[in-house]
C-alpha cells in the first residue's frame, strides 16, 4: 500500500509562566514526532492525557502551526499557501470526542452536514441535499429525511456522533482523525459505533488515525499503533506485536491497567508496573525514568527508537521479555 501521510520530525513547544516566579517552563506538547499513514490503513495514537495524541491532530489539520517538521500529504508538503491548505482540509476530516460541542445546537442536522459541502462550494444545493441524505443513510440514521429537519438536543448521544460521522463522510475524504469518537457514548453503543467505522473504512478504503487511551478499543479497530509518552513516540508497530509483546515500560504500563473482564478475577489485585512521579527533572534523558520500575543509569541520556520486531521499535534500553 502506498504511504497517503507522513509526519516527518514534527515539533510543537507551549510556554508556560509559573505562578508568583519569573521562570517560565517550556512544555514540549510534540516533541520530534515522526509516522506515516498508508492509503486504507487504521492507524492508532493512544496515550495517557497530555500525551500529545491531540495537538498532532490539530498540527496535521493546520488549525494550530508547528514549530517545526513536514507534513506530506499525496507525497506534496503541506504549507501555508491556500492551496494546499484547502487540499488538506477537504480530504482529511475529524470527529470529535464531544459530540454536541463539535456540532452548532442552533442548526438543523441537514445543514450541518451541509456546511462543509458549502464551504468548499461543493456541487449546487439540491446535490447537497442529495449527498446529505446519502451520508445519513451511511451511518444508519432513518429515516434520513426526517432526520435532517430535527436539532442536536432532540437526538441521542449515539445518534449526535452518528451525525458528526455523517459530517465527515460528506465531502468523501481520503483520511479521517477519529479523536476518542467512542468514550462518551454508552457501553452498550460503543460496540455498533466502532463496527460502523470499521465498515465504513474498509467500504471506502479511507485512512483512519483513531486517537485513543482505550487499548481494548484500539486493538478491535486498529492495525498499527504508536505509543506516546509526553509528546514523544515510545513505541510503535504493528498493533497485535505491540499489544501482546510490548516492549517498553510504558506500554506495558497501559496494558496492565485495562480492566479484567472475566467476574471470577474481579477482585483479583492487578499488578501495573508503574512508579509515580518523584519530582525529578525529566528534562534530561528518557522522560519516563522518574516512572520506570527498571530505570538504569544509561536512562540519563535519552533513547532512539530502535527495532525490536518486525516493523517493531521501541525506544527504552531495557529489553523487555
Known amino acids: ?16 509562566k509559573k ?3 519569573s521562570k517560565s517552563l517550556v512544555v514540549k506538547a510534540v516533541d520530534d514526532v515522526t509516522f506515516s499513514i498508508k492509503k486504507g490503513e487504521v492507524f492508532v495514537l493512544a496515550g495517557e492525557s497530555g500525551s500529545g495524541k491531540t495537538t498532532i491532530a490539530k498540527l496535521i489539520l493546520k488549525s494550530i502551526q508547528a514549530d517545526s517538521g513536514k507534513i506530506i500529504f499525496e507525497s506534496q508538503e503541506i504549507d501555508e499557501q491556500k492551496k494546499n491548505l484547502q487540499k488538506i482540509k477537504m480530504n482529511c476530516q475529524m470527529i470529535h470526542q464531544d459530540p454536541y460541542d463539535s456540532i452548532n445546537p442552533r442548526m438543523r442536522i441537514g445543514d450541518i452536514i451541509s456546511e462543509p459541502l458549502e464551504i468548499h462550494n461543493t456541487e449546487n444545493k439540491e446535490q447537497r441535499m442529495k449527498r446529505v441524505i446519502e451520508v445519513l443513510q451511511e451511518v444508519k440514521l432513518e429515516p434520513a429525511k426526517e432526520i435532517i429537519g ?20 460528506a465531502l468523501k475524504p481520503k483520511i479521517i482523525i477519529a479523536d476518542e469518537p467512542v468514550s462518551m457514548l454508552d457501553v452498550s453503543i460503543r460496540a455498533e459505533m466502532l463496527e460502523l467505522m ?12 483513531y486517537i485513543t487511551h482505550d487499548l481494548a478499543t484500539a486493538k478491535y479497530f486498529g492495525q498499527r499503533i504508536a505509543i506516546l509518552y509526553l509528546g514523544k513516540i515510545v513505541e510503535t508497530g504493528p498493533i497485535n506485536q505491540v499489544l501482546e ?37 525529566i528534562s534530561k534523558g528518557c522522560r519516563f525514568k522518574p516512572r520506570c520500575p527498571y530505570a538504569i543509569k544509561q536512562c540519563d541520556v535519552e533513547p532512539d527508537l530502535e ?12 529489553k523487555l521479555d
Do not use: W
Not at 470499521?198 to 488515525?209: D, E, G, P, R, V
Not at 516492549?247 to 489485585?269: F, G, R
Open 198 to 209: 470499521k465498515q465504513l473504512q474498509t467500504k471506502y478504503n479511507i485512512s483512519f488515525i
Open 150 to 169: 430535527k436539532y442536536p438536543h432532540m437526538l441521542s448521544g449515539g445518534q449526535r456522533q452518528r451525525v458528526v460521522l455523517a459530517r465527515a463522510l
Open 245 to 281: 509483546s510490548p516492549k517498553h515500560p510504558y506500554t506495558q504500563a497501559l496494558i496492565d491497567a485495562i480492566s479484567e473482564p472475566d467476574p471470577n478475577n474481579i477482585h483479583k489485585v492487578r499488578e501495573i508496573r508503574i512508579k509515580e512521579p518523584t519530582g525529578k527533572d
Open 1 to 16: 500500500m502506498e504511504e497517503i501521510l507522513e509526519i516527518r520530525n514534527l515539533k510543537k513547544y507551549y510556554t508556560k
Open 307 to 318: 527495532k525490536v520486531g518486525d516493523k517493531h521499535f521501541s525506544a527504552c534500553y531495557v
Open 19 to 21: 505562578i508568583f516566579s
